[in-house]
């Protein structure tokens, strides 16, 4: 009788925090019913091993094609009617598949997921991506208007409001990729995961598809989260702000809908640099905007977290690099989707 939920996990180079993943997995109260498909994209670091001394399915890649194209693989080996997706970094609590299941008993219903919560931990960082999570999901406000005024009204309030997600169990735009689960046969019939999404973005671009093509409710489940066991560095941040920014620069260039992301905030600090020179008194506002344009940040410090203060530096200098990482998408993706935006649209890039 087939697994009623697969759960595929993507890994490269994960031998030192799958482990984690796969033992929260084998104490699932539905683990009699699961199906684990561990995809190694091409890791030389025993990422295998480990996941075989785990008697879960392993899958290969000679090459390392990126997180779209083994989530596709993990896709289409799968035997479950609803598969499951999670990075080698989260650990989901003991009813997080049962939970995920459950929501598929609901009217309409083509794809369930819950949050991601990042592991406590040490030291200013961890503590900064607790305060500022990026991998929550995208809210169905996102579709009401592409609009480029509405969008910033978006940004703007985001950035004034009370921090944390809306709460309870609702309809979004987009699941984070590291906790989603969708019907098997829904995402073969749209073509899969795109696989020339090396690096984020192709969870949005999948749920686009699935809006236009098998159309069905994206639901979050917050009682099925996943905790995310990540060590960040300054540098390892900035880096996947890049990569989010060259995600973005796909979406717009694959999409006619979608309108370009760029943020604004760096390229007003950056213009005050620029004057400075002329006029030094644009240095000192340069140094202090921040405080005022990320202002959850002196939220938090006026509740006694004083090392808040330098959240708005660190958001703004991840907000700079993803428009550098846009542009250079612009750039290096002109021309990958030019058949999409005569209207394929498709998956698959073959």
Avoid at 19 to 46: F, K, M, N, W, Y
Avoid at 229 to 242: F, H, Q
């Amino acid at each position: 009788m087939p697994a009623s939920l697969s759960v595929v996990i993507c890994s490269y180079n994960g031998a030192a925090r799958l482990g984690r993943t796969l033992e929260a997995l084998a104490a699932q109260t539905l683990h009699p019913d699961l199906e684990v498909i561990v995809v190694d994209d091409a890791s030389h670091d025993g990422t295998g091993d480990v996941a075989r001394a785990h008697a879960v399915t392993v899958l290969r890649h000679e090459t390392n094609r990126g997180t779209a194209a083994a989530r596709d693989t993990g896709l289409r080996a799968a035997k479950g009617r609803i598969v499951a997706f999670l990075d080698d970094d989260c650990e989901p609590g003991p009813r997080w598949a049962e939970l995920l299941l459950a929501a598929y008993a609901e009217e309409g219903v083509a794809g369930a997921g819950g949050p991601i919560v990042p592991g406590a931990g040490n030291g200013y960082l961890p503590r900064f991506l607790e305060r500022n999570n990026r991998h929550e999901p995208l809210e169905l406000e996102l579709t009401v208007s592409a609009a480029l005024p509405y969008r910033f009204w978006l940004y703007l309030r985001r950035q004034w409001s009370r921090p944390g997600p809306p709460p309870g169990r609702r309809d979004v735009h987009a699941f984070s990729g590291g906790n989603m689960s969708f019907e098997r046969e829904r995402l073969l019939a749209v073509g899969g995961f795109d696989t020339r999404f090396r690096y984020a973005a192709e969870e949005e671009d999948l749920s686009r598809r699935l809006r236009r093509d098998r159309p069905g409710r994206l639901v979050l489940v917050p009682d099925a989260p996943v905790t995310h066991w990540y060590t960040p560095t300054v540098r390892g941040l900035l880096r996947r702000s890049l990569a989010y920014g060259r995600g973005a620069a796909m979406q717009y260039t694959k999409w006619p809908e979608v309108r370009p992301t760029l943020f604004p905030w760096p390229v007003l600090a950056a213009g005050l640099v620029l004057v400075s020179p002329a006029w030094p008194p644009a240095a000192i506002v340069a140094v202090v905007l921040p405080l005022l344009l990320y202002p959850v940040g002196l939220r938090h410090v006026l509740a006694g977290r004083i090392e808040a203060l330098a959240d708005p530096y660190l958001r703004i200098a991840q907000e700079a690099c993803e428009n550098i990482g846009f542009l250079h998408g612009l750039w290096a993706f002109r021309l990958m989707f030019a058949g999409d935006r005569a209207g394929r649209g498709g998956g698959q890039s073959g």
